[in-house]
């Protein structure tokens, strides 16, 4: 099936840096990729949409100017985290649905980005 | 608004078969689709219903009423490793997907 890949799987900072994610779509072209934020035992929640060569659009809550999101090509999209704090430690997760999903709608996920600020 | 309701958790023995239900209320209705997450992981895709009526896969079926905003996932001859969150979602009518807060699944020996 098709795969997506997010890189670092961990990373651990200090209050104030910036942390950028990486989310990439291995062997298919994805227009459209999502950011989700994951709490502890909670549900996943859709942060922003990410659309290539476009600006993305955010769900009503999410900062745009502390969450930067870059989708330069089709097969990669970027999550930046600025200026990050404690409260934004989480769980960050991206997926994209291949072209060919389009039938099931069937979204691949990445692996997941655990980030700690300290 | 729009709403998914499932199961916080649920406890299962091995061997055994489960059904986790879900309902929702939603703007408009584009697929549900069920996934697995294991702790600390990214969800994985399990089915897709858009129609009425039973999907079976393997160990794992999903069912579907679109009429009663109803649907669950069936759970054949549960394993250890099926000891996971299990995330009820729905495509609303501008394709975004509605999560649940998933059902945590204990299967105990």
């Known amino acids: 099936g098709a795969v997506v890949s997010q890189h670092p799987s961990w990373v651990i900072c200090k209050s104030g840096t910036s942390v950028k994610i990486e989310c990439r779509s291995l062997d298919f072209q994805a227009t459209t990729m999502f950011w989700y934020r994951q709490f502890p035992k909670q549900s996943l929640m859709l942060m922003a949409t990410s659309n290539e060569g476009s600006k993305a659009t955010y769900e009503q809550g999410v900062e745009k100017d502390k969450f930067l999101i870059n989708h330069a090509s089709l097969t990669l999209s970027t999550l930046t985290v600025t200026s990050a704090h404690p409260e934004d430690s989480s769980f960050y997760i991206c997926?994209?649905?291949?072209?060919?999903?389009?039938?099931?709608?069937?979204?691949?996920f990445g692996e997941g980005s655990r980030l700690t600020v300290l | 608004g729009q709403n998914i309701d499932q199961p916080t958790e649920m406890t299962a023995t091995e061997g055994a078969i489960v059904q986790i239900n879900c309902t929702y209320q939603?703007?408009?209705?584009?697929?549900l689709f069920w996934y697995q997450q294991h702790a600390g992981e990214a969800p994985t895709f399990l089915s897709y219903?858009?129609l009425d009526g039973l999907e079976e896969k393997g160990r794992f079926s999903s069912f579907l009423s679109r009429s009663k905003g109803y649907s669950y996932l069936l759970l054949k001859e549960l394993q250890m490793k099926d000891s996971a969150s299990y995330l009820c979602a729905v495509m609303d009518s501008n394709y975004q997907l509605i999560w649940g807060a998933g059902t945590k699944l204990i299967i105990k020996p």
């Open positions: 997926s994209a649905r291949p072209p060919s999903g389009g039938d099931t709608g069937e979204l691949f």
């Open positions: 219903n858009v």
């Open positions: 939603t703007s408009g209705f584009n697929g």
